[in-house]
C-alpha cells in the first residue's frame, strides 16, 4: 500500500527539502497590506519579517478548501492509495479541524492527525510518519501512533519585543508598555495546544537560563524513567544570527547531552507573525 504524507509549512518542512524527503507540504497563505503570498513559495522569511520592520499589517490564513482539496486529488491520482496529512495544532489554528471535515467525503483515503504540535515538534512528527508509511504502515496506524504520541513533546519561546503579542491582541496595550519600560521579556509554552504564558523575566540572557531549566524539568517530570526513543532537541527562531544559533544549540547540549540530535530550524511565519523578529524557541519530542 503506497501512503503518501502531507502537511503544511508550520513544520518547517517546505520547497525541495520537501521533495527531496517525499512528503508533501502545503503553503500557508500569509497577508501583508492586502496582498496574500504563500510561506516557502513566493516569500522568504527575511521577506517577510523585513514587512514587519517597515511596519506593514501582516496576518496568517488558513490554506483555502480548494487548496487542500486539490493537492488531496493530484496525490491520490499519482498512486497513493492513503493520505495522512499533519497539519499544525488544531489548538493553534482551525486547520485540522477544518481538513478532519473534508477527509470525511474521502472515505477512508485521508486521515488528518491532530498531533498537537507546531515548528520542530511537529517536523518530527511528520519524518516520524514517513518513515511509518516507508516500514509499511497504513494510514489509520499511522495517525493512531501519532495522536499517541502527540503530548510527547515541549517547546518554550522568548520574545524580543512585546509589540507583536500587542498587535495581536495577546496580551493588553497596558502590559505591554510596561515590560518594554522594564525591559521584561515574556515566556510563551505550547503544551500540546495554545500559545501561553510561562513568565516574565528581565533581559534575554536571563530569558535564556529561565527556557533551558523549564525543558529540563518538563524532561525530569513528565518522561524521566520513561522508555523512549532517542531524544530529539532543537532550537527554532526568526532571523537569529548564526552565533546565537550556535550559541543556543550548545546550550541545548549541556542540558540534553544524551540527545541524538540538536538542530535549528525558523519558526514557522504563522507564529512568527505573532512574536516577531528576534523571537527564539527550544523544544525537545522523541524520534
Given at each position: 500500500?503506497?501512503?503518501?504524507?502531507?502537511?503544511?509549512?508550520?513544520?518547517?518542512?517546505?520547497?525541495r527539502?520537501?521533495?527531496?524527503l517525499?512528503i508533501?507540504?502545503?503553503?500557508?497563505?500569509?497577508?501583508?497590506?492586502?496582498?496574500?503570498?504563500?510561506?516557502?513559495?513566493?516569500?522568504?522569511?527575511e521577506?517577510?519579517?523585513r514587512?514587519?520592520?517597515?511596519?506593514?499589517?501582516?496576518?496568517?490564513?488558513?490554506?483555502?478548501?480548494k487548496?487542500?482539496?486539490?493537492?488531496?486529488?493530484?496525490?491520490?491520482?499519482?498512486?497513493?492509495?492513503?493520505?495522512v496529512?499533519?497539519?499544525?495544532?488544531?489548538?493553534?489554528?482551525?486547520?485540522?479541524?477544518?481538513?478532519?471535515?473534508?477527509?470525511?467525503?474521502?472515505?477512508?483515503?485521508?486521515?488528518v492527525?491532530?498531533?498537537?504540535?507546531?515548528s520542530?515538534?511537529?517536523?518530527e512528527a511528520v519524518?516520524?510518519?514517513?518513515?511509518?508509511?516507508?516500514?509499511?504502515?497504513?494510514?489509520?496506524?499511522?495517525?493512531r501512533?501519532?495522536?499517541?504520541?502527540?503530548?510527547?513533546?515541549?517547546?518554550?519561546?522568548?520574545?524580543?519585543?512585546?509589540?507583536?503579542?500587542?498587535?495581536?491582541?495577546?496580551?493588553?496595550?497596558?502590559?505591554?508598555?510596561?515590560?518594554?519600560?522594564?525591559?521584561?521579556?515574556?515566556?510563551?509554552?505550547?503544551?500540546?495546544?495554545?500559545?501561553?504564558?510561562?513568565?516574565?523575566v528581565?533581559?534575554?540572557?536571563?530569558?535564556?537560563?529561565?527556557?533551558?531549566?523549564?525543558?529540563?524539568?518538563?524532561?525530569?517530570?513528565?518522561?524521566?524513567?520513561?522508555?523512549?526513543p532517542?531524544?530529539?532537541?532543537?532550537?527554532a527562531?526568526?532571523?537569529?544570527?548564526?552565533?546565537?544559533?550556535e550559541?543556543?544549540?550548545?546550550?541545548?547540549?549541556?542540558?540534553?547531552?544524551?540527545?541524538?540530535?540538536?538542530?535549528?530550524?525558523?519558526l514557522?511565519?504563522?507564529?512568527?507573525?505573532?512574536?516577531g523578529?528576534?523571537?527564539?524557541?527550544?523544544?525537545?519530542?522523541?524520534?
Amino acid at each position: 500500500m503506497r501512503v503518501a504524507i502531507m502537511t503544511d509549512t508550520n513544520s518547517g518542512i517546505m520547497g525541495r527539502e520537501a521533495e527531496e524527503l517525499g512528503i508533501f507540504s502545503i503553503p500557508m497563505p500569509v497577508i501583508i497590506e492586502e496582498e496574500t503570498f504563500f510561506e516557502g513559495k513566493n516569500i522568504t522569511e527575511e521577506e517577510f519579517y523585513r514587512a514587519l520592520g517597515e511596519g506593514k499589517r501582516a496576518s496568517t490564513s488558513l490554506p483555502s478548501p480548494k487548496t487542500v482539496l486539490d493537492t488531496w486529488d493530484f496525490v491520490l491520482s499519482q498512486g497513493y492509495e492513503e493520505i495522512v496529512y499533519i497539519p499544525m495544532s488544531s489548538g493553534l489554528s482551525n486547520s485540522c479541524g477544518a481538513a478532519a471535515g473534508m477527509a470525511l467525503d474521502y472515505e477512508g483515503k485521508v486521515f488528518v492527525v491532530d498531533n498537537h504540535r507546531i515548528s520542530i515538534t511537529l517536523r518530527e512528527a511528520v519524518l516520524k510518519a514517513k518513515r511509518l508509511a516507508d516500514a509499511g504502515s497504513s494510514g489509520s496506524q499511522i495517525k493512531r501512533q501519532l495522536e499517541k504520541e502527540a503530548y510527547d513533546a515541549s517547546i518554550y519561546i522568548a520574545v524580543d519585543t512585546l509589540e507583536y503579542l500587542k498587535k495581536g491582541g495577546r496580551i493588553t496595550p497596558a502590559a505591554a508598555m510596561i515590560g518594554t519600560v522594564l525591559h521584561m521579556k515574556p515566556i510563551l509554552t505550547i503544551q500540546g495546544d495554545k500559545l501561553d504564558a510561562y513568565a516574565k523575566v528581565r533581559g534575554m540572557k536571563k530569558c535564556q537560563s529561565c527556557m533551558l531549566e523549564a525543558v529540563s524539568q518538563d524532561f525530569e517530570r513528565r518522561f524521566a524513567g520513561k522508555e523512549h526513543p532517542q531524544m530529539i532537541a532543537g532550537v527554532a527562531g526568526t532571523c537569529l544570527p548564526q552565533d546565537k544559533v550556535e550559541e543556543w544549540k550548545q546550550a541545548l547540549r549541556e542540558v540534553f547531552p544524551l540527545a541524538q540530535e540538536v538542530y535549528y530550524n525558523a519558526l514557522p511565519i504563522s507564529i512568527g507573525c505573532h512574536v516577531g523578529p528576534g523571537a527564539v524557541g527550544i523544544g525537545f519530542c522523541f524520534r
